[in-house]
């Protein structure tokens, strides 16, 4: 079965630099997740969206930007990078928010700041 | 503060025996938990569910049960096999909420399993 696609699966970056991360939802799901999980954490929820709007926000901070494409993509955008957002970040999709509250997660995505 | 708490980092167990994982929440308003299984270098992979209209939920050797006067629930896996060696997450929405709720997780459990 098709599951969550993340891509880069690895990224390396400076601080101060800007980093995109993309996320390709299991076909037909329509709320899209991203998670943050730092080294020896358990996963922090940053942000989500349903049909292309945002619907809940967790600790993401003001440097990140995220949006949900037509094609129910999701891009999350960093700025200023700095290094304790090192990190493994997680995608996860889910379909109709009302019915199922399962998540299903993608592999990650590593990003290492430095 | 730790709304989703999974007191024991580590769990070993003998294969072919019961694991039993443990997680408490002080969040009234979480109504629908999750476990999910994780390896390094992955995704978390969903288990099962439960939600907190019910007390017990079963999928194949995973059963889950929710006592919510506790604010606590369990993992249980029988019998237990090499390839369940992993970390367990538990993880708890406010899904009646009615958004797309992100999860709080507890920091996990690494469970080993003993040939």
């Known amino acids: 079965a098709a599951g969550v696609i993340q891509s880069p699966r690895h990224l390396i970056k400076e601080k101060r630099e800007t980093a995109t991360l993309k996320c390709y939802p299991i076909p037909r799901h329509d709320t899209v997740y991203w998670y943050q999980q730092g080294p020896g954490q358990d996963p922090q929820f940053l942000i989500s969206f349903y049909e292309k709007m945002q619907s809940d926000k967790g600790s993401i901070p003001d440097r990140f930007s995220a949006q949900q494409f037509s094609d129910y993509h999701s891009e999350l955008n960093m700025s200023s990078l700095e290094l304790g957002d090192s990190a493994l970040y997680f995608c996860?999709?889910?379909?109709?928010?009302?019915?199922?509250?399962?998540?299903?997660f993608g592999p990650g995505t590593r990003l290492t700041v430095t | 503060d730790q709304q989703v708490k999974q007191n024991s980092p580590s769990l070993s167990v003998q294969e072919g025996r019961i694991s039993i994982l443990n997680c408490d929440y002080t969040?009234?308003?979480?109504?629908?938990f999750l476990w999910y299984k994780k390896y390094p270098a992955e995704g978390p992979t969903f288990l099962i569910s439960?939600?907190?209209?019910?007390d017990k939920n079963e999928d194949g050797r995973f059963t889950v049960f929710l006592n919510k006067s506790a604010k606590h629930l369990s993992l249980h896996i029988v019998p237990s096999q090499p390839g369940d060696s992993a970390v367990y997450f538990c993880?708890?929405?406010?899904?009646?909420?009615?958004?797309?709720?992100?999860?709080?997780f507890g920091k996990g459990t690494h469970l080993i399993i003993q040939p």
């Open positions: 969040n009234s308003m979480f109504d629908y």
């Open positions: 996860a999709s889910s379909l109709d928010r009302g019915a199922s509250y399962e998540q299903y």
């Open positions: 439960i939600s907190s209209i019910k």
């Open positions: 993880a708890a929405s406010a899904a009646s909420g009615g958004g797309a709720d992100g999860l709080t």
